[in-house]
């Protein structure tokens, strides 16, 4: 028989297991729905301007920068403006 300490240990193990694969999943979530937005950003965009024409565009709140990339080590990753907190903060709520 178990002890009622063990069973508590037990069962926050689980829970603890079920916040994590619930944090991978949506961080999976996020970085495909970024690479689709940002692989349609890249097919729709239009043909480059000289200077003289070019127009001064600002990355919208919550916007896609970019998409960093490291081989070796098989990562990347969808940059949106916001950064860190504000990813982590919306995942939160």
């Not at 480059?48 to 990355?59: F, M, W």
Request: aromatic share 8%; glycine share 8%.
């Amino acid at each position: 028989m178990l002890s009622w300490l063990q069973r508590i240990l037990f069962v926050l193990g689980f829970v603890i297991l079920g916040y994590v694969g619930s944090a991978w999943y949506y961080a999976r979530v996020q970085q495909e729905k970024g690479n689709r937005e940002l692989d349609r950003m890249l097919l729709d965009r239009a043909p480059l301007r000289t200077p003289d024409t070019a127009v001064e565009k600002r990355i919208p709140e919550g916007g896609l920068v970019g998409k960093v990339e490291i081989p070796k080590l098989h990562l990347s990753a969808v940059v949106k403006r916001e950064g860190v907190e504000l990813a982590i903060q919306d995942y939160n709520m």
